[in-house]
């Protein structure tokens, strides 16, 4: 696709990809900049980077319990994991004052700067847009408001409320049930892979973010779309 | 359990356990020492510490298949996610030389130190003694063949011949279907909290090592007997 637009002045949606009548977007990365997560680890005296494994270790214990058949909410996996990874390390402040240091960061995150006039293209062409999160509709509810965006969403969606997290099949069907729109209307967007490849298998079309240039892991179903921002991914629903 | 076994000399069961017939190992991390892993990754010219991110990414993505109803093998994950994970860093070699490079790191791990001593301490009890890995059995069948301990072991078992991963309740009967045992005739031994946790909802016992003195963290099911090393867990189970 990346090759295709340097190609084309506007990308073209694939022939047989069904223009939604809802867009429903992923949270964590896909919308919010969590890169700044790092320096809250710094602001404690842990090591920066320790932040992705972090992110990568909390899904990785969501979707655990997700396939024994179990739940818990980000925030308690998020600070429950953080008392794990930061323990023995030489740390300024108390273990818990730590925890909640970094975790406050969720309440200060920013968005990617082509989510506010992406988003604004999005809603002129008349799309439903929803957020559907593994982690709270709270956060994502003062993300968009810090930014004046919220009125452009008709549902913050949480898989808190769904039982199951993405990407079980139930997560997809709670937000498609509460919308009251049809799988193949829909289409998902997000920043990662596993996303993508959940969504797919529940019959929702996709479109794949990817702001940096990754390669696509092989094992995972392919996007519909990708696109490198939010604003090309408007020209080609246009 | 840390704080009773400093308390007595030999630790001992909970009153409720049952003490098992067959006793299950993870593979990956609970016998073999995986932090060479991360010379693997300097070898090429990648830091070392991306061997943790990495790690934890291919369990993160190979339980997001699991959650989504899908599988593919440990070593198709370990690869592709390579792929993605190295590109764009400056390495001393082609990106597809640098992934075999890493991958084969699987084929010359160690076990650890308390492993060839414990096995045989339990077997020395008459304990069945399996393995169930989300890697593949031959993997664990060349580990054990190098420390000359494969003959203690009544199966290596490995996932990718139950269709699903641990977690999943679906894995742990799977191995309980081949060994003809009832689950709570069966311990399940792993480092991994998110193995202890899917386990024990599957009806097994469970034990947790600790090698190193880690939190367990507070959203997953606890383990029925904590160890530090497998030596101690034979002493509990005499």
């Known amino acids: 696709m990346a090759a295709q637009e340097e190609a084309t002045p506007v990308p073209s949606a694939p022939e047989a990809m069904r223009r939604p009548s809802l867009v429903l977007f992923d949270v964590n990365e896909t919308l919010s900049d969590m890169s700044v997560m790092g320096q809250r680890f710094a602001d404690v005296g842990a090591p920066s980077q320790l932040a992705v494994t972090w992110f990568a270790s909390l899904l990785r214990d969501g979707f655990a319990l997700t396939a024994a058949g179990a739940s818990a909410s980000f925030a308690e996996l998020g600070s429950g994991l953080l008392g794990v990874q930061l323990a023995g390390l030489s740390l300024d402040r108390g273990l818990t ?3 909640e240091h970094i ?15 992406g988003i604004a293209a999005l809603a002129d062409l008349g799309l439903r847009l929803v957020t559907l999160s593994n982690g709270s509709a709270s956060v994502a509810a003062g993300l968009f408001e810090r930014a004046g965006i919220k009125d452009r969403f008709e549902q913050l969606l949480s898989v808190e409320d769904a039982g199951v997290w993405k990407p079980a099949p ?65 020209q080609i629903l246009t």
């Open 97 to 99: 004052a730590a925890v």
């Open 103 to 117: 975790m406050d960061g969720f309440t200060s995150l920013e968005l990617h700067p082509d989510v506010v006039p």
């Open 170 to 234: 139930g997560s997809y069907r709670y937000a498609l049930d509460r919308c009251e729109v049809k799988a193949s209307e829909t289409m998902l967007v997000a920043v990662h892979p596993w996303d993508i490849d959940g969504a797919s298998r529940a019959g929702l079309t996709t479109a794949w973010l990817n702001r940096t240039g990754s390669p696509y892991p092989g094992y995972f179903r392919r996007a519909d779309v990708e696109v490198e921002a939010l604003g090309p991914l408007a």
